[in-house]
């Protein structure tokens, strides 16, 4: 079945460094989409990419989708201390339910 | 956040017992998902509804029913509930399959002993 892999499983960051989680996908996907986190919290809706080659920013958050629809990854800049939790992507084709990558757990110390 | 809520929050059962956990929305979205999410594995699909009496399995159905009697409820059934199946179960709605938003409910905590 379709598979979604997720780098890295875990980082940890001083506030003010970057930070960029990468997903994989084993299918060309139609969509992908990214949630965050919290700890002890429920699963956020971030942002949905559909188009191939596809970057979209929410203020200090950078999203893209590969060229081949296939890849996309999620870059945070100057990290703070609310950005804490785990990010997953998760992607779906045409037909399918959307598949979830195992998340990058993101800590930053102040 | 959306109307979707959970209950139990919280449960701790025996093994072989049977557990039902309630999925409840005031949203009117079509689609209902329950999820488990373990450790390392992040969030799997168990089973997925897509109307009243709709239902389709997931990745890890095995041991899992469920029903969808109403729109706004989405019942999980464990028949018979194994040390496996302590989990942390997430309820979501959306009004597609998989374009679109999914919100997600606060989540049970199930611990079977």
């Known amino acids: 079945g379709q598979q979604v892999m997720q780098i890295p499983q875990y980082q940890h960051v001083q506030e003010g460094e970057d930070f960029t989680t990468y997903c994989n996908s084993s299918t060309t996907l139609s969509n992908i989409q990214w949630y965050k986190q919290r700890p002890g919290g429920h699963p956020v809706f971030l942002i949905q990419?559909?188009?191939?080659?596809e970057v979209k920013k929410q203020k200090r958050l950078t999203f893209q989708f590969g060229e081949a629809k296939k890849n996309s990854s999620l870059h945070i800049t100057a990290t703070q201390t609310t950005d804490v939790g785990t990010y997953f992507c998760?992607?779906?084709?045409?037909?399918?339910?959307?598949?979830f990558g195992k998340g990058t757990m993101l800590l930053v110390s102040p | 956040d959306a109307g979707i809520t959970q209950s139990p929050r919280h449960k701790v059962t025996e093994t072989g017992t049977p557990v039902t956990l309630r999925c409840h929305q005031t949203?009117?979205?079509?689609?209902m998902y329950w999820y488990r999410q373990d450790p390392g594995h992040g969030l799997r699909l168990i089973h997925y509804?897509?109307?009243?009496?709709?239902?389709d399995k997931g990745e890890v159905s095995d041991g899992y029913s469920v029903s969808r009697s109403k729109t706004e409820d989405f019942l999980l059934t464990l028949e018979s509930a194994t040390s496996s199946q302590t989990s942390v179960y997430f309820c979501?709605?959306?009004?597609?399959?998989?374009?679109?938003?999914?919100?997600f409910g606060p989540g049970t905590r199930l611990t079977v002993l």
């Open positions: 990419l559909v188009k191939s080659g």
């Open positions: 949203e009117n979205h079509r689609y």
């Open positions: 509804s897509y109307g009243v009496k709709d239902t």
């Open positions: 998760a992607g779906s084709t045409e037909y399918s339910t959307l598949t």
């Open positions: 979501a709605i959306s009004n597609w399959r998989a374009l679109g938003e999914q919100f």
